[in-house]
């Protein structure tokens, strides 16, 4: 794995540690990255660095999902 892709990685658990309480998006999209990348090895031989950073990168979504619903409901709020 490329430094890259472990610095998002590193990223992808700090951010499931930050967001450990509670069912929101960022452990949603961690979730379905690691049913996406299971399935991506089962299927397509691929190896477990595959799957990380699938897992990785549905976490990252997830925590930008988040993000536009907490600037969405403070827009809202001040309006």
């Known amino acids: 794995m490329s ?6 990685a590193v990223a992808a658990l700090i951010l499931l540690v930050v967001f450990w309480r509670g069912w929101i998006a960022v452990w949603g999209g961690a979730t379905i990255g690691t049913v996406v990348g299971v399935l991506w090895k089962l299927i397509g031989r691929t190896d477990w ?3 990380i950073k699938v897992a990785a990168v549905g976490t990252l979504l997830g925590f ?3 993000s536009l619903g907490r600037i969405a409901n403070r827009l809202r709020s001040k309006a």
């Open 3 to 8: 430094a890259v892709w472990v610095i998002v």
């Open 49 to 51: 660095n595959t799957v």
């Open 64 to 66: 930008g999902a988040d």
